[in-house]
Nanobody, 122 residues
Framework: QVQLVESGGGLVQAGGSLRLSCVAS?????MAWFRQAPGKEREFVAV????????DYTDSVKGRFTISRDDAKNTLYLRMDSLKPDDTAVYYC??????????????????WGQGTQVTVSS
């Protein structure tokens, strides 16, 4: 069982930046970020495939967020720039235990972190 631990969340003003980190306790394949805003369902944010250089984003964060990974450190990052109040949510890291096509579907991910709160004030 791989453990995922997120960090880097916090309170920031609109237009500001944050960088989230997710450290995995073991080897994983595709890794992704999801988020859940109050009163809403959890949604896909971005994915970094185990295939180097392959990433994907939900439309609302394209051009503002950058996902990256350092496999030597088993760490996933999410750089968030130009933050908006609508980005306020608990952000979750997720990872797959086997190679598979890159996907935004939650069911494809076997391991989940506990979440880190991101709050963007207007």
């Amino acid at each position: 069982q791989v453990q995922l631990v997120e960090s880097g969340g916090g309170l920031v003003q609109a237009g500001g930046s944050l960088r989230l980190s997710c450290v995995a306790s073991g080897r994983t394949y595709s890794m992704a970020w999801f988020r859940q805003a109050p009163g809403k369902e959890r949604e896909f944010v971005a994915v970094a495939s185990w295939i180097i250089g392959r990433t994907d984003y939900t439309d609302s964060v394209k051009g503002r967020f950058t996902i990256s990974r350092d496999d030597a450190k088993n760490t996933l990052y999410l750089r968030m720039d130009s933050l908006k109040p609508d980005d306020t949510a608990v952000y979750y890291c997720a990872a797959a235990r086997a190679p598979a096509p890159t996907t935004a579907a939650e069911k494809a991910y076997d391991y989940w972190g506990q979440g880190t709160q991101v709050t963007v004030s207007s």
